[in-house]
Structures are given as structure tokens and as C-alpha cells.
């Protein structure tokens, strides 16, 4: 059985659409700018189905930067019987129209959907589409050969699956009618990641992610995933709580992410790896791996970065531990200065806790990143200049490297979708407009303005004398040359993207 985990272009006009490993969808600028995060769930299914016998192709048109008529050639020519599709919010309407195509294209092909977007709302991909299957849950892999042993072996379908009975494909302007469809119900997220092989990344084409990336200060760099997903998990705004409930956090065993680290040094000669957990595991868990790198001198080979909350019940100590370890990068949600928002959101987070795990943090050698967003409905004008002058004050300081800065979207499946629903408060059900290119929230502050905040931030927090020494003082190598071009030509294309 043939199986294909692909990307399909799109045409847009928009430039690059960034659906792979997001828990926030942009549209990015095209050219020399354009990267492309490494899905390791989806890289992981494709390993998954390798190791039990299934002829599974990588097939990511979007980072190879194909056409679409390109990937649709190369698809042809592997005449699949399965294809596997993540989508987004924003281009899942161009998704469905690709669903219709492929099934007028290659017959008896089938078709499978995944991602948050789906898991919120599978039934509507279910009647706008001839899509055979969704997947609902974040288990892609795990799911994705039970379907694949549903249709060669008659295998029972697990919870957390739609699929469609019958449907015959007569045109490409197939429309579905009738209710041909059911669900195995509630997803569950009670597989073993330890059960999982490494991931094979010759045949998820790992090099197309290494290098262009503004996480990886030294290239070829590769990503992880030792979590599913955030260990609080409950942050109203966030996509993937649709995915990966908090209470559902599951990690791997310290052994087993060490020895990917392991493999990835030394099979593939990776200089950096970023670990994509919503939120890396911490206390014992975290203090167990970081003395495991420091034991198999993993820390002097390679850079680890991860996600991290300022909550994590870490001290000075602690991020000692972790500096000595190896890490560099450590990304930290912020998201805004008011503590009613904090609140609102259910981030779990005091203002006055930042300050100190920022300081121990750069004590410890490390490089933190902060997330921002603004266009919260309840927010007015002087929360948004607070949360500016927060950022600009810890740039400032020297307490922070880099930050992200973005319009917050209330993503379908999401507790903060809910609340806007209930209270009137969204713009549009268009999901094309989803792309974070407008505010889609009814908000105190002006459109404008809020555009106008996120340039800022990148502006006032950017162009600061101790910023500016902090990135001159890395261009004492080529690495370091690398890295501050390509952080210079992000910050060019943010500016663009929100302008």
C-alpha cells in the first residue's frame, strides 16, 4: 500500500503559507525569506508506516517549492492509495477545492485531513469536501496506520476518526449532499510516544527545514518533539489545546529523547535542535535529561532550545542545570503586560514572575525569545502602549534576544473562539480572513492601531543599545554572520507582513 504525507502548494498570491508545526498561521514573505518548520507528528506517521511495511512517500511541495501542477505531477507518477493533508484555518477552504481535484485526478485515491482546524470542526470538511477521512486529536501518526490497517487488514477504526461511507467522484465540482459519513467518537490520547521509532529524516527530507530557520544560530538544525504537548495546556487563544489538552500531556522517557539527540549528532551531524513541545517537560524530567547531556557530552556537540513558561517552578539552580547542559534558545509566552489579560486567557502567569526567571535565564548563558500579541477585545489603547514599553524595557535591559509579535486570532476550537462567538464579538466567519493579516475580533483599538503596535514592538524593542551590542558582538563568526542576516531580513519581512 502506498501512502504520501503531503503539502500541496498553493496559489494565493499571498506568499507562503506556513501550515506545517504552527500553532499560528501566517502567510510569509516569498523568496530568500521563505522557511519552512520541520511537522514532526507527520514525520513521525511517514517513519511509523515505514517500519510496519507501508511504502510511505514525503511529499512537501510547499518547502521543495514546487508548483502546484509540479506536485501534482510528481504525485501521479507515485499513484498513491492514501494521501495525508495537515491544514489551517486559513486555507481550509483552498484545501477542500485540492480534496476535490486530487479525487478527480487519481482514481481510487483516498483522502485524509488533519489538524486543528478539523479537530474543531470535522464535519464541516466532511460536507464541503469528498475527504475519505479527518482526523481529530493530535495523534496523527498513531492514527494514520490504523487507518492504513483499516483499509489493507480490516483493522477497527480507533476513536477520533471520520470517514466517509460512500462516494462516487463523477467531476472535479463534486458536491456533497447527502450524509454519507460517521465518527468514531471522542478522540483519546492514550497512545505511547515510547513505543514510537526515531524518525527516519532521509525519508521525511529533513534538510529542507535545516537551515533557513531563525530558531538555529548554527546550521544543519532539526527539531524534536519529547512532549505532547504543553504541560498546562489550557491557554484560551492557543490552536493546539484543540489538539492536546493539558491533562493529556504525555512526554517520552529521558532515556529515549537522549538517544535522539544522540542520533541526531551523530547520524546526521545536527549542530542545533529545537524541541517543539508546546511546553519542554520540566522538574525531575528536565533535570534527569540535562545531566544525561552533560554525562554523554551531548552539551559540548550540539545547542538545544525549547518552549518554556515562566511558571515552570524552575529556579537559578535550575537554570544553571540547563545552561551548563547545552541549551541557547529558551521561547517564552508572554503574550501581554496587563495582568487582567493574563487572566483572561488563562495563562497561569503573574507579570511580576517574568522579570526574575528572565534574569535567571541570561545569568545562565541563555538566549530568551518572548511571544506578544495584541488585539485582545478587552484591551484598550493603554494596555496596548504597556505591553510595548514591557518589551522595550526588557530589550533594554538586556534581558531578551529576539520576540515574535503577532495579532492574536481566535482560532476555531479554542476557549477564546467560544467567548467571542457567545459575545458577538467576531468580525467575519470567513476563515480565509484567519491568516493574522487584520484583527478578526472586535476590539477598543483600531485596526490601524493595532497593525501599527506589532511594527512597534519589533521597532522599540529592536533598536536598543543593548540589543544592538548584543548583535554586534555576534558577528565574530560566520555562523554568527549567518544568523544576524537572517534575523535582519525576518525583521524586514514582519515589518511587511503587518504593514
Not at 247 to 262: I, P, Q, S, T, W
Not at 284 to 297: A, P, Q, T, V
Not at 397 to 426: E, H, M, W
Request: hydrophobic share 40%; aromatic share 14%; net charge positive.
Amino acid at each position: 500500500m502506498k501512502i504520501v504525507i503531503g503539502y500541496p502548494p498553493l496559489d494565493s498570491g499571498k506568499g507562503v503559507p506556513q501550515v506545517s508545526q504552527n500553532r499560528q498561521f501566517q502567510w510569509t514573505v516569498s523568496g530568500p525569506l521563505a522557511y519552512f518548520i520541520y511537522p514532526i507528528i507527520p514525520a513521525t506517521a511517514a517513519t511509523l508506516l515505514k517500519s510496519k511495511g507501508y511504502e510511505a512517500t514525503w511529499l512537501d511541495g510547499l518547502a521543495e517549492k514546487w508548483t502546484y501542477e509540479k506536485w501534482l505531477k510528481e504525485l501521479k507518477k507515485i499513484k498513491p492509495d492514501l494521501i495525508a493533508l495537515e491544514t489551517k484555518t486559513p486555507v481550509i477552504k483552498q484545501y477542500w477545492q485540492v480534496v476535490k481535484n486530487l479525487k478527480f485526478q487519481i482514481s481510487n485515491l483516498k483522502l485524509v485531513l488533519m489538524g486543528d482546524h478539523v479537530t474543531a470542526l470535522p464535519e464541516e470538511s466532511m460536507k464541503n469536501s469528498p475527504v475519505d477521512f479527518v482526523l481529530t486529536g493530535g495523534d496523527y501518526d498513531f492514527l494514520l496506520l490504523n487507518i492504513a490497517n483499516y483499509l489493507s487488514k480490516g483493522e477497527k477504526l480507533e476513536p477520533g476518526i471520520w470517514y466517509r461511507n460512500k462516494l462516487k467522484v463523477k467531476s472535479e465540482k463534486l458536491k456533497v449532499k447527502e450524509k454519507d459519513y460517521e465518527s468514531t467518537g471522542r478522540f483519546q490520547l492514550n497512545h505511547d510516544l515510547n513505543s514510537l521509532p526515531l524518525i527516519d529524516r532521509d525519508l521525511t527530507r529533513w534538510r529542507l527545514y535545516a537551515y533557513k530557520n531563525s530558531n538555529f544560530y548554527r546550521a544543519p538544525g532539526a527539531y524534536t518533539m519529547f512532549g505532547r504537548d504543553c504541560w498546562w495546556g489550557r491557554c484560551s487563544f492557543c490552536s493546539w489545546t484543540t489538539l492536546f489538552p493539558g491533562n493529556c500531556y504525555r512526554v517520552v522517557k529521558v532515556e529515549k529523547a537522549l538517544d535522539e539527540v544522540g542520533h541526531l549528532i551523530e547520524k546526521y551531524k545536527v549542530k542545533e535542535i529545537m524541541d517543539d513541545s508546546g511546553s519542554f517537560p520540566t522538574g525531575d524530567w528536565l533535570r534527569e535529561f540535562c545531566r544525561g547531556m552533560i554525562k554523554r557530552g551531548y552539551n559540548k556537540k550540539v545547542r538545544m532550545n525549547c518552549n518554556m513558561r515562566f511558571n515552570a517552578g524552575l529556579d537559578e539552580k535550575d537554570y544553571q542545570l540547563v545552561g551548563k547542559a547545552g541549551f541557547r534558545f529558551i521561547l517564552y509566552g508572554l503574550e501581554s503586560a496587563s495582568q487582567q489579560t493574563l487572566d483572561r486567557i488563562n495563562k497561569n502567569l503573574k507579570i511580576e514572575q517574568i522579570e526574575p526567571v528572565l534574569r535567571w535565564a541570561k545569568k545562565a548563558g541563555l538566549m530568551p525569545h518572548l511571544t506578544i500579541m495584541v488585539g485582545y477585545p478587552w484591551e484598550n489603547e493603554n494596555d496596548v502602549k504597556k505591553t510595548i514599553a514591557l518589551a522595550e524595557y526588557f530589550f533594554k535591559k538586556g534581558l531578551a534576544d529576539s520576540l515574535q509579535a503577532t495579532i492574536v486570532i481566535p482560532y476555531p476550537g479554542t476557549p477564546l473562539f467560544d467567548y467571542c462567538r457567545k459575545n458577538k464579538l467576531l468580525k467575519t466567519l470567513d476563515w480565509d480572513r484567519y491568516d493574522m493579516r487584520e484583527p478578526i475580533m472586535k476590539a477598543k483599538v483600531s485596526d490601524g492601531k493595532l497593525m501599527a503596535a506589532v511594527r512597534s514592538l519589533y521597532s522599540r524593542s529592536i533598536w536598543t543599545p543593548r540589543f544592538i551590542l548584543n548583535t554586534l558582538s555576534q558577528l565574530r563568526s560566520i555562523d554568527g554572520w549567518k544568523y544576524v542576516g537572517f534575523q535582519a531580513l525576518k525583521y524586514l519581512g514582519k515589518l511587511w507582513e503587518f504593514k
